[in-house]
């Protein structure tokens, strides 16, 4: 096997999901997932050239996953022979406007965002210090979902709250899911054309998780995800948007302690919530094609409210060239592109049914030739990690 090989890690609250890629390909040629961390049910699972294998993990922790990880790769001749490794770091705060190679100095900023993600960073800090346990000399790589979106400007990442709350305890906009934004506006900019110094984006990445961007010439101006990945639009368990003193009704109300009642917001809500059966959308589809009305429900108010949520976001724009759906409601729900588009014609979108259901032209176009556009744009979070791996460590070689 040569040594160009590039392990991307991304440590998760309860589970590590992991790939391989040898350089300059882009299907991985190893990917897994460790899930339930720390339970009775710890299992891992990973494919290699076609083979998928799995574990019992009962109890393993994201160290121990990882010792487990490593012990798989040194079986298949794969461990020694790493060039860099790459985490995905879900918060870096205000420290952090790109990628960075780690150095102690690093490892000691995303362990002071880990306030700011108390599930994920510190997850993340402990996969990094399990590869230097056992390949001290490797160089790893940090790629923050927060980092693309450091270019908000202050008006869009402010809260209308006292300022002082901004200086001591950094309340603000983050934003979130910044390397998907990032690679499907570079995509779109590509694809159709658009001098990246005069362009103007909305990207709509619609998955479990789900948040919108306004992208300016290339850069991120303003987003829905804000202090947490809660903030924005409706997603699949998530409520996003509502009036804050909803918590304080329901503590009163209910006498719920503020921690469920996050929690109701986090796990049990959105297209959840809302349906009383599912988070999946596919699920959810085929439920209201069947004539679920709750089902039906969760899909209109998840349209409508992310149809208001990219009205919102063009005020930050100059110009708008295009909207582009990614993840996997947005690259695969014909279903929800239609909807939201209906919602939108006041932008001048005009749905081409034909191309929607189709999941778009040789563009990923979906509109008609004379509305303005919207396309789909698979996107690859994992390769822009790697991508960001191989740049930095040969940058540094
Ligand atoms: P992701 O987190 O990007 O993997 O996206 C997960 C979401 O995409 C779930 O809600 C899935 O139901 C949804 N999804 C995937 N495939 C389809 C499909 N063919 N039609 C509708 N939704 C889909």
Partial sequence: ???????????????????????????????????????????????????????????????????NLFNILS?????????????????????????????PNVLTKIEACSALAPLHNPAAVTGIQAVLEQLPDIPQVAVFDTAFHQTMPEHAFLYGLPYELYESQGIRKYGFHGTSHQYVANQAITKLGLDKNNSGLITAHLGNGCSICAVQNGASIDTSMGFTPLEGVMMGTRSGDIDPSIHQFLANKLNLPLAEITNILNKRSGLLGLSGSSNDMRT???????????AALAIEVFAYRLAKSIAGMVAGLSRLDALVFTGGIGENSFLVRAKVLSHLTVLGFELDPELNNQGGDNLGLITKANSRRATIIHTQEEWVIAQDTIRLTQTEA
């Fill in 75 to 103: 079986k298949l001749n794969l461990f020694k022979s790493l060039t860099a490794i790459g985490h995905r770091i879900v918060h870096g705060g205000e420290y952090f406007k790109s990628s960075a190679l780690i150095t």
């Fill in 1 to 67: 096997m040569n040594n160009n090989n590039y392990l991307i890690i991304n440590s998760g609250s309860s589970s590590v999901k992991f790939s391989l890629y040898v350089a300059d390909h882009v299907e991985a040629t190893l990917t897994g997932i460790a899930e339930r961390l720390s339970t009775e049910q710890t299992k891992m699972s990973w494919t290699f050239e076609n083979n998928k294998r799995e574990l019992e993990l009962a109890g393993a922790d994201h160290r121990e996953v990882l010792h």
């Fill in 284 to 294: 959810l589809s085929a439920k209201a094609n069947e004539g679920d009305k709750q």
